[in-house]
């Protein structure tokens, strides 16, 4: 199937390889090599994204944007079908293609503070170069893709009409759950603060979607689909939720999980380190913040799925979305007892003054 696609591209038959990549949960992904050239095949999950020419839209006004002020910055753009489409749509799918940046490494998991500062710092400058582009412009790929009441109201429904079994089952959990509501109370406060901007936003922050030279510094950001107008605790926050512990949502012995404090400070260094000036002070108080609204909202996510029958994330095991609800509650429970230390952190890097290096 996909080789019919990528004819379409001028891939002639038998002349690439083809074999699945990655490890998104969404969208499949191939790595494509043809005459020692490597490429990047994609099929957008249109059930999930109802629109893929919106997100193909969004790329190319970015990309024209980012080449009329900040003509070195890299950033991947998918190539033009024979027919000149950079997104190619048949009965199967909508399906892009970007060449493979040469040399360049993906990581599903942190080994370094420095991938974490580095990682942050690219998408931290991503919003910051995009700061003077309308955001109003963008395509809504995900309608209320991080609406946490939304989030929220979708929990509670999945907790009333889900599997019964399956909701007796996770009865603790589902307590546990609600007794955090208070982040969704501070998500509506936040809406309502005029403090708070909406800016160019990733909405995937994940390791996976940095690509690093072989030195560990960052070479730009990748992954497009969600990015859209949002607040920083989006992006801020899903780097907390998949950074700061070693294991990730896939960890089913809890007590393995724990958070390191190193990697925290390197995110923090990273982001504020570009978007320092862009935030207000009320924002720059919510930092913390953003990691308890993404975990939350990812285990809300998870269990609701869990519940509803494992519809939207899938599972490769019965327990597969209970337990990556689980995970991240202990995760959340783990970053609220550092909240504190954590907040001194913020202050201490925004009131001491800084060069752009910090000894990674
Ligand atoms: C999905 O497909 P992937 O792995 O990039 C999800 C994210 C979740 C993540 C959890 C469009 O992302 O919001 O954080 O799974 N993306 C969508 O692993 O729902
Ligand atoms: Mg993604």
């Not at 919106?54 to 980012?66: G, V």
């Not at 609406?147 to 399956?166: C, H, M, P, V």
């Not at 950001?221 to 605790?233: N, W």
């Not at 000036?277 to 269990?303: D, H, P, T």
Request: a negative charge; hydrophobic letters at 40%.
């Amino acid at each position: 199937m996909i080789d019919a696609i990528l004819k379409q591209f001028g891939f002639s038959e038998n002349t690439f390889s083809v074999k699945p990549f990655g490890s998104g949960l969404i969208n499949n992904t191939w790595l494509i090599e043809r005459e020692g050239k490597k490429y990047i095949a994609q099929r957008i999950n249109q059930q999930v994204f109802k629109t893929p020419a919106d997100i193909d839209e969004n790329i190319r006004l970015i990309a024209a944007y980012l080449k009329q002020y900040y003509p070195a910055y890299i950033f991947t753009v998918p190539l033009s079908s024979l027919d000149n489409e950079t997104l190619v749509q048949n009965e199967s799918g909508a399906y892009r293609i970007f060449e493979f940046i040469d040399g360049s490494i993906t990581y599903n998991t942190l080994q370094k503070p420095k991938q974490a500062y580095e990682a942050a710092k690219q998408f931290g400058r991503f919003t910051k170069l995009l700061s003077g582009f309308n955001t109003e412009r963008l395509k809504i790929t995900l309608p209320d893709f991080h609406n946490l009441s939304l989030r929220y109201r979708q929990f509670e429904t999945a907790i009333n009409e889900g599997d019964k079994e399956r909701i007796a089952f996770a009865s603790k959990l589902i307590e546990i759950l609600k007794g955090h509501a208070g982040i969704v109370a501070t998500f509506e406060e936040i809406q309502h603060n005029g403090g708070f901007k909406k800016r160019v936003t990733h909405h995937d922050t994940k390791i996976s979607n940095v690509l690093f030279d072989e030195n560990d510094n960052g070479i730009c950001v990748i992954d497009l689909d969600t990015v859209m107008p949002g607040y920083f605790i989006s992006d801020v926050g899903d780097m907390m939720r998949t950074y700061l512990a070693a294991s990730g949502e896939e960890e089913t012995d809890l007590s393995k999980i724990e958070i390191r404090d190193e990697y925290f400070e390197a995110i923090v260094e990273g982001y504020l380190g570009e978007m320092q000036e862009e935030l207000s002070s009320v924002e720059i108080n919510s930092f913390v913040y953003a990691g308890k609204f993404m975990i939350y909202m990812q285990a809300l996510r998870f269990l609701a799925d869990y519940l509803n029958g494992d519809i939207y994330y899938g599972a490769k095991y019965p327990l597969h979305n209970f337990s990556r609800a689980a995970n991240q509650v202990v995760l959340l429970k783990q970053l609220i007892n550092k909240e504190q230390l954590f907040n001194e952190k913020v202050q201490e890097f925004v009131n001491s003054p800084h060069l752009s290096d910090f000894g990674y």
